[in-house]
């Protein structure tokens, strides 16, 4: 996997004039205020931005994503055609920090109702090393939705940046898998629904609160399951977990910091077997779409088990659960299972 593999800025400039002067006749104000009758085109960056925008969107939105699934996110090159499809959207959810190219041509691409998920809660740096400590999140979500933190964030995702897991002064991207943060970004996503399509913003509204109970309730389950374990560390080729860890108290060991397929290095491998003796940790978790060679050349080198946990980049066949709810749900069954739930 190469994260900073990207397309060059001159070739998305270039597709995105070729998407402009394909513009079809109907306007994005006026497909937004709905008066063409349409459905509103929503372009979603990967799974986890597809996944707020059909649950809130409902009936009301048709939304393309970015990356098809089974593709890696990070890894991701747009073709002229989807820089083109991003400018003729209506309303574009991204999350920056993840994809560099897609931010490059979301830059460009003049849409006027673009929402940055960064934006709508706080993020944090985290190390491939994650304690888990509660910093006192009460009351994030009306804070960060009201607020946005914009300046916050767009100081935090430099230019360039990439996809660097709070390593190097950068702040870790993955909100989604910390579902009190997700929620937070749900309210948002759903306000931004209500103005950019008001005729339905009730439908938004009650589409979004009851998707925030269901994360609710995940938060829940998450917080009663992993309470009581034998150990609160778990090791990851993929330093992914960061919010998750903190949020629930627990302490995330990545192999080799941002590539889940780079080979650990004879010291590192040496550091994770001292840590996953002196805190009883038991598993190797790998995930659905990169290659697990990692994690075994780990377990076999340390005696540990291995196991999937997913980061919910992209859903496939090999996922362990239909959509972001389920998969977490498998997640919270893996990470009890490896932990001594008691």
């Given amino acids: 996997m190469n994260v900073r593999r990207l397309i060059p800025t001159t ?18 104000s006026d497909a937004a205020d709905g008066s063409n009758g349409d459905k509103l085109k929503v372009t979603a960056s990967f799974y986890p931005m597809q996944f707020l925008a059909e649950r809130i969107g409902g009936e009301h939105v048709a939304v393309t994503s970015l990356t098809k699934p089974g593709v890696e996110p990070h890894d991701l090159e747009l073709t002229p055609r989807q820089i083109g499809s991003i400018s003729e959207s209506d ?4 999350l920056k920090g993840i994809q560099p190219a897609v931010d490059d041509a979301i830059q460009q691409s003049g849409v006027k109702n673009t ?5 709508l809660t706080t993020l944090e740096n985290h190390g491939a090393e994650v304690s888990g400590h ?9 804070h960060a939705a009201e607020h946005g933190h914009e300046e916050e964030a767009h100081e935090e995702h430099s230019e360039g940046d990439g996809h660097n897991h709070g390593e190097e002064g950068g702040a870790d991207p993955h909100i989604w898998l910390d579902p009190v943060k997700y929620a937070e970004v749900a309210k948002g996503v759903g306000k931004s629904l209500e103005k950019a399509d008001p005729d339905h913003a009730a439908d938004y509204k009650k589409n979004t609160e009851a998707l925030v109970g269901e ?6 389950a998450y917080e009663t399951g992993l309470k009581n374990t034998a150990t609160k560390t778990f090791i990851t080729t993929h330093s992914a977990f960061g919010y998750l860890a903190e949020r629930y108290g627990l302490t995330q060991q990545g192999i080799a910091g941002i590539d889940p397929e ?12 001292t840590i996953a003796e002196k805190e009883k940790a038991t598993t190797v978790f790998f995930e659905t779409l990169a290659s697990d060679r990692t994690a075994k050349t780990l377990a076999k080198d340390t005696g540990l088990k291995t196991g999937v946990l997913d980061p919910l980049e992209g859903i496939t066949k090999k996922s362990q659960g239909a ?9 919270l069954t893996a990470l009890q299972k490896a932990l001594g739930a008691k």
């Fill in 215 to 220: 994360l609710n309730k995940l938060n829940t």
């Fill in 134 to 142: 509660d910093h006192g999140h009460e009351g994030e979500e009306e």
């Fill in 115 to 119: 929402v940055d998920a960064a934006t």
């Fill in 323 to 331: 959509d972001y709810i389920e998969v977490m749900e498998s997640n």
């Fill in 11 to 28: 070739a998305v400039a270039g597709a995105v004039v070729l998407g402009l002067t394909a513009l079809s006749a109907c306007s994005t």
């Fill in 91 to 94: 309303y574009v959810l991204y």
């Fill in 262 to 273: 780079a080979e650990p290095t004879p010291a590192r491998i040496q550091e994770l077997h």
